[in-house]
């Protein structure tokens, strides 16, 4: 009985979060990529990749949602280079995301595009995960629930949103 709590324990001592931001409207538009891999409960590796979307497309709405523009992805890798890269960061770890959602919508999208293996691993969203943590929150965006983990934040930078969800 012991034994099954600590290893239950420490799958849950491990993780990857992560946050897509999209060029476009399109799931398949990734154009930034934050990963905060977390071992032991404490964080171990953070970081961020630039991808270039497909044509390098972009449309006003996201440009002033998170300030990436098409010279900044221009000579970026695309999601397939980047992709294989993460994994090797998340392994078999869960993966984590506020909203999780869009960021898995994401991932299954351009890894169809780009013909790339989804992760055979589980997702879990911060989202949920704070509804039932802090019932007596006003809402659950992620700046206001990062602000209440005590978790800093520049909000849609990708790596800053996936080191906020770790937090949470």
Known sequence: RRARRSLQYD??????????ETATRSRTSACALGVVVV???REVHRQAWLIQP???QY?????????IKPWDTEF???????WAEAMYLIQDRPIV?????????VLRACCEHYIVDLPDTSY??????????????????????AGHVGASL??????SDAAACSRI
């Open 97 to 105: 995301a506020h909203n999780a959602s869009f960021d898995v919508s």
């Open 76 to 82: 970026a890798p695309t999601f397939d280079h980047v």
């Open 124 to 145: 879990h969203c911060t989202v949920q995960l704070a509804r039932r943590a802090y019932p007596d929150l006003p809402a659950y965006k992620l700046p206001i629930v």
């Open 154 to 159: 520049n909000h849609h930078d990708a790596l």
């Open 59 to 67: 449309e006003a709405g996201n440009i002033a949602i998170h300030g």
């Open 54 to 56: 497909p044509e390098n």
């Open 11 to 20: 799958c849950w001592m491990r993780w990857a979060a992560i946050d897509f």
């Open 39 to 41: 071992d032991g409960g």
